[in-house]
């Protein structure tokens, strides 16, 4: 037995077939490339961060690095400024945030085994070497094609 979410979806589908398809504006097509146009001709500041040069990328970190260790090196100044309060909080959150997986990362790589970590080595060399003896032969099927 079908459902009434079923049937109303069948009665719903029924009725959206039986109208009639409208035409799009003539000036629709017009419109779209305009508003596409205008998006990609925006300065790059108003661009998602990802779409920046790659120079002012990594600028900005920087940038952002000094600013974190300037707020943490004179912190006492800072919260002596009372309008700073908010952001001298988001920088000691950030640090914890960031000590806490660097901590957490290190005792998990040092509770891995040295053997494991031989292991891991000989297989990378091995995948490494088997992948330039992969590509020397292609090479050479391509190179002999001719």
């Given at each position: 037995?079908?459902?009434?979410?079923?049937?109303?979806?069948?009665?719903?589908?029924?009725?959206?077939?039986?109208?009639?398809?409208?035409?799009?504006?003539e000036?629709?097509?017009?419109?779209?490339?305009?508003?596409?146009?205008?998006?990609?001709?925006?300065?790059?500041?108003?661009?998602?961060?990802?779409?920046?040069p790659?120079?002012?990328?990594?600028?900005?970190?920087?940038?952002?690095?000094?600013?974190?260790?300037?707020?943490?090196?004179?912190?006492?100044?800072?919260?002596?400024?009372?309008?700073?309060?908010?952001?001298?909080?988001?920088?000691?959150?950030?640090?914890?945030?960031?000590?806490?997986?660097?901590?957490?990362?290190?005792?998990?790589?040092?509770?891995?085994?040295?053997?494991?970590?031989?292991?891991?080595?000989?297989?990378?060399?091995?995948?490494?070497?088997?992948?330039?003896?992969?590509?020397?032969?292609?090479?050479?099927?391509?190179?002999?094609?001719?």
């Amino acid at each position: 037995m079908a459902e009434p979410e079923d049937k109303l979806a069948e009665e719903l589908d029924r009725e959206l077939k039986r109208l009639p398809d409208l035409p799009a504006p003539e000036s629709i097509a017009a419109n779209v490339l305009s508003t596409i146009k205008r998006w990609e001709s925006r300065p790059w500041w108003q661009r998602s961060w990802f779409e920046w040069p790659m120079t002012l990328r990594y600028a900005s970190i920087g940038l952002f690095i000094v600013a974190l260790f300037g707020i943490h090196h004179f912190g006492a100044d800072v919260e002596a400024h009372g309008a700073l309060q908010p952001l001298l909080a988001v920088v000691r959150a950030f640090e914890a945030v960031v000590m806490l997986t660097i901590s957490t990362a290190g005792s998990w790589l040092a509770s891995i085994p040295l053997w494991v970590w031989g292991v891991l080595t000989v297989s990378a060399a091995m995948a490494w070497t088997c992948s330039i003896g992969v590509f020397a032969v292609c090479y050479q099927l391509i190179r002999t094609r001719k």
